[in-house]
Structure formats: C-alpha cells, structure tokens
C-alpha cells in the first residue's frame, strides 16, 4: 500500500495472471497496481517514473487519477494529449493535487493510448474518518478491494482495429482463460459476524461484467465517490470505469462462496473457475466453493440509486432547459477503426490542448483537434444527452459504452433502461453506462462548470478511446484561468520539449 506522498515506478513486465506469460506495462511491478490509499484532506504528491523500455508497446506513459477533480491542478490530470506531454522513458512526473472534499473510490490507469490493457490499472481510495455510513460496515481496508479486470494475451498495439476480444476476466489480478491451467484465483477472506465495506473497481478496457456473491445479498453504498442511500441488490453491473462500494454481511455459514464477474463477452464463461473469485470464511477449508448463484430477486436499478447527501440536479428542472445543452451522437466508420462523435472522430492533437490554451490558442484553431472541442462559459449549467448507438449489426461488437468526464460527478438525471427524468435526487457519478439502442435509451446528465480547465470527455472502453470516441470539454478558458494555470510548475513544460 502506498500512500498519498509516493514514487510510482512504471516498468515491463513478464507475468501470467491467468497462467499465460506475456509483457505488461505495471505501475509498481504489479497488477493490478499498488493501492495508493489517503485520508480525506490529504495533498498528493505522486512521482511518476517511467522505466518503460519494451518497444513492442508503448514506453512513453502518462497516468490519470480517475475520478479526481484536479480544481486548479488541471496540469496534474494524467491525461496524455490533453493535459500533458506523455512522459518519455527515463523521464518523471510529479502530480501535486489536493481532492479537497473528495472521498470514495477512484482508480489510476496510464492515459495513453491503449495502455492499461497491458497491465497499468491499479486501485487509490479516500477514506473518510468521518463517514456518515461508517456505522454499516466493520470492516474497510486493502483486503476488501475487489478490482475486476479483463485481460489479453495480445499486446495492445497488435489490436488497435479489433477484435476486442479478452482473453480473461481477473479479479484482484488472478483468473483463468478457456483452455489454460487451473490458475489460482484471488481470495477474499472474511470472519464470521463482522459486516465487510468491498470497494468494486471496474477497471476493464472493454467488457462489463455481471457482479455477484453466492448467497450474499449486497447493499450499495457508494458509486464512483459518491455515497448513496443504501440499496440492498443481488447483482450490479460494473462498466469500465465505474465503482462501487457495497456492504456485505458476512452471515452465513462457514464455507467457500463463489464471487463472480460475468463478462459481456461470450467466451468468457464461468465453467472452470473462470470470471470469480473466493469468499473464504475464517474456519472454512482451503478448497473450491461448491455454491450456485442465487436467484436475482433484487435487481440493479440505477434509477434506485439516490445520493446521501446533497440536493436536486442544477438548473430547470427540464429536459434540455439547462443554459448549455449538448447533444452528443456517437458513431463509427470502417469497422471498429475510427468512433465518432457527432461524426468527427478524436485526433491527438500535435501540442496537449492545456498547452493551447495558455498559449492563447483558446478558439478553436488548426491545432486544437477540430470538432473535437466544446468551449463552455464558466459558472453555467450544461446538460449533456447523449443516445445509445451499438454501432455495429446486431449490436455486439461496439456496445453498450460507458462514458466518463473528467474533473467532474455529473448529476444523471436520465439513466440507462428508464425513459423518466430524475432532477430531484438523481445519482451523481463520473462514469455512465449508455445503454441500448433497441431500449431507446438518452442517457442525460449535468454539471456545473464550476471547475475550469479541458477535460476530456469519452468512452472508457480503451480500445474505443484509442479510435477517437472522444471530445473534450474545455471549461471557461477565460483570461483569469489562463493566468493561474501559468503557474503550473516548469517541469510540466518540460515534458513537451
Ligand atoms: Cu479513467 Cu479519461 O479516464
């Protein structure tokens, strides 16, 4: 466990989660990476070190602080492109930032091109002395982190046009593939009577997957750093990017339960270990679950979801009534090679769009990635709808997607499955799920642009990402913000040269 003041070594590495050998790229030498764990309040200060040398992937780097807000620390966003140079091989990044008021679950990962598919993802939590929910649970540390990930046999570069197909689901970095050995899989160890807060980080480049524990019921109570009303369900969906954070009792006899994580992919099944994990009891025998899944009585309902504190959605309350209201269409031209959004597909542009903007470059230009920039007035309510496209025939290959902005938690006042708008109480997160297609589902969401700086707004599935499912929303580039971020430090400017 590292904590908020802390070098994070990037470096190749050979290892076999899943009980095949393949070159990663690991922060820390593991996968997933190290927990980077922090108390509310706390400032960061992580070094980025870039021992990259394998040249079959990627050596440049740049690490992002999924879910962080970064209010006047946009240079410290991670974001390759957008927010920074990628950091060279040999060369460190300093990320200085303070969450402020943020608390929750959140998670790192290279933001650069595909890269964490090769292995850079690893979990950083915000505990909360003071967690009002801190009566439900006993329990809340290292070991309750269950971090689901898809995994590859291929090296990202040779994929960047598909198949997106994974070889394996790994839970807390270990699992088993069709075909493959019987691979150890991860062990969650829990004592009899004692109530378990299981932070869940979707960290997957493509699939979703399907969350369930044998014979335990689990109450959310948190999604992506935003606590919720508990709500007591028998499975959730988890889309690349989301997290949860849920409460299980553990109350039932002493054995072996099954955890599992059921991709969307088909070859991912269940049959052999695949896709799970172990609950283990104190007392049980150190030997396979024999449980069988529930029945799903109680069934994920985003629009349950309701946050703990805080009041309705800004603005009027009504569709398309916010001061700023973008409708955002995804598309896709030539196979899975090039996403769209409102029909331009995301160039990286040849100078990071934070760069231009200090220069002065602040209208749209040749440099910016043209069509790929939303410029917003500060301090105004922008209501984004977007709706679900699957892209290709049939619907399986592209989606459903889930989308994630950056230096924000947006109020999601129409989710996915639900045709009614929620301005009252609806959930905030910084990750959604679009839905389908055949559902007519609008995903809509809004924020205030209380937070200047580009963030860049996209699909977190990585291989979408990588084809240009993406735009940015450059917030309030006014003369006053220029100003501040000029203040970044010299070695921010340095990554370019
Ligand atoms: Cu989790 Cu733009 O990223």
Known sequence: VLGPVTDLEIVNKIIAPDGYFRPTVLAGGVFPGPLIAAQKGDDFRINVVNKLNNTAMNTTTSVHWHGIFQHQSNWADGTAF??????????????????????????YHSHLSAQYCDGLRGPLVIYDPDDPLKYMYDVDDASTLIILSDWYHKLSPTMYTGPFVPDATLI?????????????????????????????????????????????????????GNEVEPVVVDS??????QRYSIVVNADQPIGNYWIRALSNHLNQTFAGGQSS???????????????????????????????????????????????????????????????????????????????????????????????????????KTVEISMPATELTPGGALGGPHSVHLHGHAFDVVRVAGNSTYNYVNPVK???????????????????????????FFHCHNDWHLHNGFAVVMAEAPSEAYIQESKAAPAYWYDLCK
């Open 172 to 224: 807390n970095g270990l699992g088993r593939y069709t075909g493959g050995p019987l691979s150890p899989l991860a062990v969650v160890n829990v004592q009899q009577g004692l109530r378990y807060r299981f932070r869940i980080v979707g960290a997957s480049c493509d699939p979703w997957f399907n969350f369930t524990i044998d014979g335990h019921q689990m109450t959310i109570i948190e999604a992506d």
């Open 236 to 241: 959730i969906p988890v889309f690349a990017g």
């Open 82 to 107: 957008i927010t920074q140079c990628p950091i060279k091989p040999n060369g460190t990044f300093l990320h200085v930032f303070n969450a402020r008021n943020q608390a929750g679950t959140f998670w």
């Open 429 to 455: 997160r910084d990750t959604v799920n679009l839905g389908l297609q055949a559902n007519g589902d609008n995903v809509t969401f809004r924020f205030v642009t209380d937070n200047p700086g580009p963030w």
């Open 277 to 379: 994990a172990i609950l283990r009891y104190a007392g049980a025998p150190i030997e396979d679950p024999q449980t069988e899944h529930g029945p799903y009585v109680l069934p994920f309902d985003e629009s349950a979801l309701h946050p703990l504190s805080g009041g309705p959605a800004p603005g009027i309350p009504e569709p398309g009534k916010a001061d700023v209201n973008i409708l955002l269409i995804p598309g896709l031209r030539g196979g899975q090679a090039q996403y769209t959004i409102n029909n331009v597909t995301f160039v990286n542009p040849p100078l990071p769009v934070l760069l231009q903007i200090l220069s002065g470059a602040q209208h749209p230009s040749q440099l910016l990635p043209n069509g790929s920039v939303y410029t917003l007035p500060p301090n």
